[in-house]
């Protein structure tokens, strides 16, 4: 039993519960003089997987909600003792005496990490107030939770006679040039399948399929282990321009599959001083640093293909699966999670990846370096991951004032520092999370700050924008942001006519500048006409328009 508390708690407890929200952690019944054990059972199991919450016997379902009292369960303790046989819980049991009947709560605690329960074989979740078995969607997100492994398992009835002997050796080979270790030249395809851990004693697994399986056997055993390519030159809806199949092992399409995208991947060219210079639209590492991403970390028990659709300027990847369990679109450059493991494993052996999972990052920092859009996973849910990755070159200045702030500094920037270089650059709101990051890039000369505090803003250096011939956009955005300051003095003042305006208001109003600097717009105004003051140093209140020749200005 639970431990107890004074009467008057519990019922203070209760009324609680019973204002609150139904939802995923309360179940009303009222039970008045019986309740199903089964049904209990099955309840717990639902509370227990949709995160834990209370089964409160002897209240009505309906709001209002009151008690009603419940003759169920004479002996609590027992039925406690026979739920805790049922399911792997500790479930807590309170009989509490309302004045208006007594009141049965069993508090259900959360399902183990990875691990969803069954009662009598079945899954059970809520759907308003009914018991229906978990669909396979969320079943397979609870599986997901601890890192299962789908490429690691074995798969029934899939032997080594269904694999591509070319394929293992286009694997080998790349092992051997990664590692350096020429003895694998000498070892039998079935002994270098097991020490990459693809082979097992009982038998081959989906990796192996995917990595190296022939057509017929991916039919037989994963038929949804595909990737397919269209190339489409307009956005219209319709057939593909050109459009590849390849349901097939990794290893035998790898390189075809680059060359299909190669095919119209034009060089973009724009001129720096007297020379002119050439951008690939399609950046080769990012492409296939994308491609891997997709194979490794789709989610195989989905149907569906992986689909590589190219168009003229933009690259898009579709991946059965949202993202791994912990990764989100703010966190993704700072966390890796494989979904298939084993998958990543062989890519990282034969030197496809890093097994520090640098290929977002580097996906990141190239985009920016040639000064095109960031990659996008604006159209990424729950189901699939949409990787678009852009080909326009947007601001070729932008490139070469990257090259120049290599070339002066002579500082290591990684992936971090590019972006908010680039978020500085298209003028978007810096991440708390990369705040840290601007002092370094201030103190080496990188960026300049205006203001300080909360209110900070922040502009690349000037002397870049003099080196890449953009001193006018220098001269633009620090005008703009003084501008902007003293338009906000102004409206405040014009809103404060009948009394005035106090410096103390205009520190509220442009709390990231210091009174000195606040006093130098203010001086701006007057002489443009636009304000005057009355009174002097602290005690001035200001009004709009031009002042008498006595005025006095703090």
Known sequence: MSEISPVTD????????IRAQEGERLEFKEARIRFSYDDLARYCCALANEGGGKVILGVSDQ?????VGTQAFAQPEQVRNSLMQRLPLRIEVLDIPHPDGRVLVFEVPTRPLGTPLKCDGVYWSRQADSLVPMSEDKLRNIFAETGHDFSAEVCPGAGIEDLDRQAIEDFRQRWIDKSKNNALGGVEPEQLLRDAELLLPNGLTYAALVLFGTRAAL??????????????????????????????????????????????????????????????????????????????????????????????????????????????????????????????EAFARCGLVERSGQGMNWMFEESIRQGKLRPDFTSTDAYQVVLTLHGQVQDPRFVRFLEEVGRETQASFDVHDFLLLDLIHREEPVPAGLQSRLRRLADLGVIE???????????????????????????????????????LLL?????????????????????ALSRSQIQVLLRELVKQDAVHSH??????????????????HE
């Open 491 to 511: 409206k405040h003042i014009e809103e404060n006519r009948a009394t005035g305006a106090k410096m103390q208001e205009f520190r509220q109003v442009l709390p």
């Open 449 to 487: 700050t205006m203001g300080r505090g909360r209110g900070a803003r922040y502009l690349l250096a000037r002397r870049f924008y003099i080196a890449t011939g953009q001193g006018g956009v220098y001269t633009r955005r620090r005008g703009l942001d003084r501008e902007q300051n003293k338009a």
């Open 10 to 17: 519990l019922v203070e407890k209760l009324e609680q519960w």
């Open 219 to 344: 039919g037989r055993f994963l038929a949804q282990a595909e990737v397919i390519f269209e190339y489409r030159s307009a956005e219209a809806s319709g057939p593909a321009a050109q459009r590849v199949e390849y349901r097939q092992g990794f290893f035998s399409f790898y390189e075809d599959l680059w060359s299909a995208v190669n095919l119209r991947n034009d060089l973009q060219h724009y001129q720096d001083g007297l020379f002119i210079r050439d951008i690939p639209t399609f950046a080769e590492r990012s492409v296939r640093e994308a491609i891997l991403n997709a194979v490794s970390h789709r989610d195989y028990q989905l149907g569906g293909s992986v689909f590589v659709r190219q168009y003229p300027r933009r690259l898009v990847i579709e991946s059965p699966g949202g993202f791994p369990v912990g990764i989100t679109v703010e966190n993704i450059l700072e966390r890796q999670a494989p979904r298939n493991r084993r998958i990543a």
């Open 63 to 67: 709001r209002p909600r009151r008690v």
């Open 535 to 552: 009174g002097a140093t602290r005690s001035a209140r200001w009004y709009p328009g031009p002042g008498r020749p006595d005025c006095n």
